[in-house]
């Protein structure tokens, strides 16, 4: 059985080499330039992958790093419009103006300016309807802000305190309740988008995405590239690293160490045909998912906390001719005040016009795995409800300009298994068979922050070891 399931791996490149199917790990069975030595590899070239290996290299580490698709960035995505040249990112947005992110910017060569948020005209309204609401809500945080400030140690880490604050463990509708933030509620939804039922994710996972960072950075507090194109950064991260990165590539097969520090061996499907990495340390920066994770010879401890995560399915569309009058953003909210005007997902959290006039953005969030057909069937059907709301004459199909899948979204456990010490046993897997991670399910969707526990945490440890 192991015999042929190699065999299907390899078939189609077994004719650049003779294939000895009794140990894939063996270098002998590869041709010279297909096998890779390195200090470190990385798994995943988004954010934190690509920020590591950079560092790692200016640190005199080798490194290779392997990512899925055809290009870096993660998250990020630009579109540039052919008429007017204007670009616009429609994955992240922008990044908190903090020393790791200036020196980041600096080391690429990347002029940095303040970003700043277009001036439109909302209109809340319930997508499933069509119907104008009237939506109570403040963008004032100070109150909430005072919460956040009870809980210094989350900006920068999940080193929770035991036992656990019971606020934390809160549903956030009872947490709303208890600490009379009814008035921002909504404005907590809208603006942390990401999760498909804010009022009874625990209180934590909030906190955790809508924190300092983020306040700090509505406020004013966050750069762009002066182009306004995120996607410089990994255009020249690329250039750099040259021949280290492995793109289009994914590992089908791994052997880790199971007590000592005797190094990593990869088995990667690439373009060029099957490569065997071998490297001292591994770096994973992917979302820990078991199925994700499958390749990497797991063992129950791993397995154990990988499979407790729950997350949302989150996207990002571009759409164009949608019939709506430039100038406006449409908020997704009901009529319920008791839920605080929060409507029901699948739907998009709000459609709101970029830079580029006409062009839409929309933000898309479902608890369930919905397909890129449902999801654009689903923004069609809610474009053509709106289209009433503002008296437009248009029929015709709104054209998909881009489509961008970020599920899984925000990983979480539940509040049984935070308070049996989830996070610090996770936080144990650091060194742990000679793997290393990174990554929102280790820290937070903020990049600046996943650079500075990339570089203040993770590589420290790795360098050191």
Partial sequence: MRISILFSIYSGFISAFAFDTRNEFDHQNYAGDDVITRDVAIIGGGSTGTYA???LRELGKSVVVIERDARLGGHTSTYTDPITGISVDYGVQAFWNISVTR????HL???????TIDRLTTIYADFQTGQQVTV???NN?????AQLQKYPYLLYSWNLPSPVPEDLLLPFADFVAKYDLQDVAYSVFSDGEGFS???EQLTVNVLKLVDESFLDAAAGGAVVPSNHDNSEIYTKALAELG???LLSSTVVSAQRPSNSSSGVRLIVKTPSGPKLIRASKLLISIPPLLDNMKPFDLDATESGLFSQWSYTDYFILLVNNTGFPSGFRFANANATTSTFNIPNLPAPYQITETRIPGLFYVWYGSPYALTQVEVEADVTAVIGRLRSTVNSTVSTSPEFIGFRSHTPFKLVVSAEAIT???YKRLESLQGYRDTWYTGAAFMSHDAAILWNFTQSVVLPEIIAE
Avoid at 109 to 115: G, K, V
Avoid at 141 to 145: E, M, P, R, V
């Fill in 53 to 55: 290996a950079i560092n």
């Fill in 141 to 145: 945080y100070t109150a909430y802000a």
């Fill in 243 to 245: 021949p280290d990165v």
């Fill in 420 to 422: 049996q010490g989830f």
């Fill in 103 to 106: 020196d980041y910017f600096a």
């Fill in 197 to 199: 039922d804010i009022l």
């Fill in 109 to 115: 060569n990347i002029p940095i300016t303040q970003f």
């Fill in 136 to 138: 109570q809500s403040s």
